[in-house]
């Protein structure tokens, strides 16, 4: 594809991500998969180039652009080079007419800057919520060490502040070594493995995953239960928590999964009731801790859906409670850094609940924020993430 070429298919697929967040439609990786899916005469260079000209543009568009092509030119507005690619060119975009739409340029709409600031987020916490993650992985320490582990990978790594963890350049193809296929490793951002760990598990303890999803962390606690005890997987969503089972068997986790009903979720539980030693709590969130990953997620948000993710949570917070027993524990996790979905929810939960203690975790990275701890792409190079540790009293 000639460089101009590329130009045009970026925006293409960038039209597609933007109607897609203005209807909540699918994600920009899905959609950017499906469009190389259809067109395989498409090499591997030119799709990582297309990509990233879509990103960046996501990346720099603050709120929902009016189309593709205005997005790309607010990125090429800084970049000369890109400018230059709009000629007009066979299946390159046409030539750029004077005073024709650009978007505007942010971090996000202005009211969830507003709300990011209210949320104690700086120019630069903002900023970098739109940065290039890294790839990172938590050693399975149920098959393997950090040390081994990294001894035979075929790419140099570099090792985080959590204790399994080993970083790479973001868009390593880790997934394709064969240490994966063995289950050596699973891909997990530092910040979600500190989240595990702020739960505690211990060999032996009863935990249960209510929000499991297809297993992220699950695994992370399986490997800490180092399979002795019992670990229960629950979700309500039955496409996601399928996949955790293969999952366990690559890790080699022990693990029940466990289909819920949405609105009835304690009847499949009560055999849990009061008697888990740890609840996780990975709770739905508008993921505002994840945009280096899903930048166009910021397009999808407004009052409405925060709201929706509120009673989401609290609901969660009321179901994992009932499941945790006098003297036993809860984390509650969202990769957000707004406090309405964090500590204004634990705040929310304390309020209308007594007997309830909150404990502050011991941990590498990360500062204390409200009744809980935060980690930040700024300060602490992970995703965003709140997470807070609540105490059943004994009586
Ligand atoms: C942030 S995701 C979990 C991600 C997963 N823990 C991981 O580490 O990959 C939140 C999950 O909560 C689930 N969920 C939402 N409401 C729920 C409910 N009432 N009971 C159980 N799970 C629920 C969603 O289906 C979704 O999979």
């Given at each position: 594809?000639?460089?101009?070429?590329?130009?045009q298919?970026?925006?293409?697929?960038?039209d597609?991500?933007?109607?897609?967040?203005?209807t909540?439609?699918?994600?920009?990786?899905?959609?950017?998969?499906?469009?190389?899916?259809?067109?395989?005469?498409?090499?591997?260079?030119?799709?990582?180039?297309?990509?990233?000209?879509?990103?960046?543009?996501?990346?720099?568009?603050?709120?929902?652009?009016?189309?593709?092509?205005?997005?790309?030119?607010?990125?090429?507005?800084?970049?000369?080079?890109?400018?230059?690619?709009?000629?007009?060119?066979?299946?390159?975009?046409?030539?750029?007419?004077s005073?024709?739409?650009?978007?505007?340029?942010?971090?996000?709409?202005?009211?969830?800057?507003?709300?990011?600031?209210?949320?104690?987020?700086?120019?630069?916490?903002?900023?970098?919520?739109?940065?290039?993650?890294?790839?990172?992985?938590?050693?399975?320490?149920?098959k393997?060490?950090?040390?081994?582990?990294?001894?035979?990978?075929?790419?140099?790594?570099?090792?985080?502040?959590?204790?399994?963890?080993?970083?790479?350049?973001?868009?390593?193809?880790?997934?394709?070594?064969?240490?994966?296929?063995?289950?050596?490793f699973?891909?997990?951002?530092?910040?979600?493995?500190?989240?595990?760990?702020?739960?505690?598990?211990?060999?032996g303890?009863?935990?249960?995953?209510?929000c499991?999803?297809?297993?992220?962390?699950?695994?992370?606690?399986?490997?800490?239960?180092?399979?002795?005890?019992?670990?229960?997987?629950?979700?309500?969503?039955?496409?996601?928590?399928?996949?955790?089972?293969?999952?366990?068997?690559?890790?080699?986790?022990l693990?029940?999964?466990?289909?819920?009903?949405?609105?009835?979720?304690?009847?499949?539980?009560?055999?849990w009731?009061?008697?888990a030693?740890?609840?996780?709590?990975?709770?739905?969130?508008?993921?505002?801790?994840?945009?280096?990953?899903?930048?166009?997620?910021?397009?999808?948000?407004?009052?409405?859906?925060?709201?929706?993710?509120?009673?989401?949570?609290?609901?969660?917070?009321?179901?994992?409670?009932?499941?945790?027993?006098?003297?036993?524990?809860?984390?509650?996790?969202?990769?957000?850094?707004?406090?309405?979905?964090?500590?204004?929810?634990?705040?929310?939960?304390?309020?209308?609940?007594?007997?309830?203690?909150?404990?502050?975790?011991?941990?590498?990275?990360?500062?204390?924020?409200?009744?809980?701890?935060r980690?930040?792409?700024?300060?602490?190079?992970?995703?965003?993430?709140?997470?807070?540790?609540?105490?059943?009293?004994?009586?």
């Amino acid at each position: 594809m000639t460089p101009s070429a590329r130009v045009q298919a970026a925006i293409d697929i960038l039209d597609a991500v933007i109607a897609a967040a203005r209807t909540q439609g699918a994600s920009a990786d899905r959609i950017a998969a499906d469009w190389f899916r259809t067109r395989r005469f498409v090499g591997s260079k030119d799709r990582r180039a297309i990509r990233d000209l879509a990103w960046n543009a996501i990346r720099v568009c603050g709120d929902v652009p009016g189309n593709g092509r205005a997005a790309m030119l607010r990125l090429a507005q800084d970049d000369a080079a890109l400018a230059s690619l709009f000629d007009g060119s066979n299946y390159g975009p046409m030539a750029i007419v004077s005073g024709e739409p650009v978007s505007a340029g942010g971090i996000a709409p202005c009211w969830l800057e507003e709300r990011l600031a209210g949320s104690g987020l700086g120019a630069d916490e903002q900023a970098a919520l739109l940065g290039r993650a890294p790839l990172d992985l938590r050693t399975n320490t149920l098959k393997t060490t950090r040390d081994d582990l990294r001894a035979s990978l075929p790419v140099e790594a570099q090792v985080t502040v959590a204790p399994n963890a080993l970083r790479f350049p973001s868009g390593t193809a880790a997934e394709s070594w064969p240490q994966f296929a063995d289950g050596l490793f699973e891909i997990q951002d530092t910040g979600s493995q500190l989240a595990c760990l702020a739960l505690g598990v211990q060999p032996g303890e009863a935990v249960v995953d209510l929000c499991a999803g297809a297993g992220g962390k699950t695994l992370a606690l399986g490997a800490a239960l180092q399979n002795k005890g019992k670990l229960l997987a629950c979700d309500i969503d039955r496409a996601r928590l399928s996949r955790l089972p293969d999952r366990a068997a690559r890790a080699g986790a022990l693990s029940e999964t466990r289909l819920l009903n949405p609105g009835r979720e304690l009847e499949a539980l009560s055999d849990w009731a009061g008697k888990a030693d740890a609840v996780m709590i990975d709770a739905p969130c508008s993921g505002t801790g994840t945009w280096r990953r899903n930048p166009e997620a910021r397009w999808r948000l407004d009052d409405k859906v925060l709201e929706r993710y509120h009673a989401m949570q609290a609901r969660v917070l009321d179901i994992g409670a009932a499941l945790v027993r006098p003297g036993g524990r809860l984390t509650y996790v969202v990769c957000s850094l707004l406090d309405a979905e964090g500590t204004d929810r634990i705040d929310a939960f304390l309020a209308g609940n007594a007997g309830w203690d909150v404990t502050l975790p011991t941990l590498p990275a990360g500062a204390p924020r409200g009744q809980g701890w935060r980690l930040t792409p700024f300060r602490d190079g992970t995703d965003g993430f709140f997470f807070a540790t609540i105490v059943r009293r004994v009586n």
